[in-house]
């Protein structure tokens, strides 16, 4: 029911993400970003939610490489989607990548994207749901505790290098509460930022997980215009 109507917006985005990546190139969104590194610890008490990722690494740190930045590339005294990627590096070499964007928190809200001045009080969620054996999961991210944050990345930046920026991550089904399932610390990278970091979540899923055939046709051909001449 979903298949049509997904894959008509997805043409449109992808159209659109063309036509933008010519006056922005390499990245026609999220232009501006500041890299972060930290470690994200798994919350051993938390509610399942039905993916092999989440419910199986209870305990467990892993090394995390993380992105925040602003969508349309505003100036920083205006509100701008915000994007924050998270990278999740594995033992064996492989890892899963989740993107998020500034939304509202409560249904119907969570489907909608929140221009937000800076990350302070900011919900950060997937907006489109993984696929589980149980059914469809969404997360989002929030600062815990709250925490008035710089909306200049340069500012930002002194800011997380005097303290880290501590962040909580949940999982829900569409219309139900989030459970809190890790808890992720994150400081400046002495990296910069650069069109050779992207993240991927298609090429690298969430382990247990699958995409809906209607998210992968509403995503994916915006997603690859975004991704061309880089590397992943």
Do not use: N
């Amino acid at each position: 029911m979903l298949a049509r109507p997904a894959e008509v917006a997805g043409t449109a985005l992808r159209g659109f993400f063309s036509l933008l990546r010519r006056i922005r190139h390499p990245r026609p969104i999220h232009s501006r970003g500041l890299v972060l590194t930290g470690q994200a610890t798994w919350i051993r008490d938390a509610a399942p939610s039905g993916i092999g990722w989440i419910d199986d690494l209870r305990g467990k740190p892993l090394e995390v490489t993380a992105r925040l930045s602003r969508g349309v590339g505003l100036p920083d005294k205006l509100p701008d989607v915000l994007g924050l990627a998270l990278r999740f590096h594995a033992d064996d070499g492989r890892h899963a990548d989740v993107l998020l964007a500034s939304t509202g928190i409560g249904f119907p809200f969570r489907f909608a994207l929140v221009p937000r001045r800076s990350a302070t009080g900011a919900t950060f969620g997937s907006l489109l749901p993984y696929r589980s054996p149980r059914g469809p999961v969404l997360i989002c991210a929030r600062s815990v505790p709250f925490r008035v944050l710089p909306a200049d990345l340069r500012g930002l930046r002194r800011s997380l290098d005097e303290q880290p920026w501590r962040v909580r991550l949940y999982h829900a089904a569409p219309i139900d509460k989030w459970h809190p399932f890790a808890d992720v610390v994150l400081t400046p990278a002495a990296e910069a930022d650069s069109a050779e970091l992207r993240f991927d979540p298609v090429g690298h899923p969430l382990l247990g997980s699958t995409t809906y055939p209607w998210v992968r046709r509403l995503r994916e051909p915006s997603y690859r215009v975004a991704q061309r001449g880089t590397s992943g």
